[in-house]
């Protein structure tokens, strides 16, 4: 199985401020990577998928990039409705295995 | 607008079988574009997928389950089901449904959550 490892656990932010997440797989999965945010009692929604393709209606200050092994999620500008938990898939190869989360608090 | 839809009994004693549906609607579960896949997630925790079905009928499953799981598709009622066989509580957890579509889960229900106790 390719391990995610996805850093940091969690962070506490301001509104306003630059988020960046990391995620780091066992082996390399070209850009074969999507991110998910997810808000309590809410299933994910994915924001970001092949790496770097922003999801239609995902606002443009989300972005990813990355590929191979190491993978970024930045939120430029962090907002009210941004606080949750974001995860990272690979669905380079079988089982498709998700990154153990990154929650978001306010600061 | 396509929406998937959990449903199945939410408690389930332990050894006996974790059954759910997942109604799908807006789509056709024959099209050729998808996965359809399960995942679950117990209170607090991360995120784990447990297998998926194609359109063909052929499923892939995460052996991590040790062969407990099984998922099926009924096209005629343009739904697909999860069997968990051998439950035990360590299988609470709220199981999702999601449309898969090959990067990733476009789509997702809103979520089962499915005790295990006796």
């Known amino acids: 199985d390719i391990q995610m490892t996805q850093s940091p656990s969690s962070l506490s932010v301001s509104i306003g401020d630059r988020v960046t997440i990391t995620c780091r797989a066992s082996q390399a999965i070209r850009h074969d990577l999507g991110w998910y945010q997810q808000k309590p009692g809410k299933a994910p929604r994915r924001l970001i998928y092949a790496a770097s393709n922003l999801d239609s209606g995902v606002p443009s200050r989300f972005s990813g990039s990355g590929s191979g092994t190491e993978f970024t999620l930045t939120i430029s500008s962090l907002q009210p409705e941004d606080f949750a938990t974001y995860y990272c898939l690979q669905h380079n190869s079988l089982p498709l295995t998700f990154g153990g989360g990154t929650k978001v608090e306010i600061k | 607008q396509v929406q998937l839809q959990e449903s199945g009994p939410r408690l389930v004693k332990p050894s006996q079988t974790l059954s759910l549906t997942c109604s799908v609607s807006?789509?056709?579960?024959?099209?050729?574009?998808?996965?359809w896949s399960w995942v679950r997630q117990p209170a607090g925790k991360g995120l784990e997928w447990l297998g998926r079905?194609?359109?063909?009928?052929?499923?892939t499953y995460n052996p991590s389950l040790k062969s407990r799981v099984t998922i099926s598709l009924d096209r005629t009622k343009n739904e697909f089901s999860l069997k968990l066989n051998s439950v035990t509580a360590a299988d609470t957890a709220i199981y999702f449904c999601?449309?898969?579509?090959?990067?990733?889960?476009?789509?997702w229900g809103q979520g089962a959550l499915v005790a295990v106790s006796s």
């Open positions: 807006g789509i056709t579960v024959r099209s050729g574009s998808y996965y």
């Open positions: 079905i194609f359109a063909s009928g052929s499923a």
């Open positions: 999601a449309r898969d579509d090959k990067v990733g889960f476009d789509l």
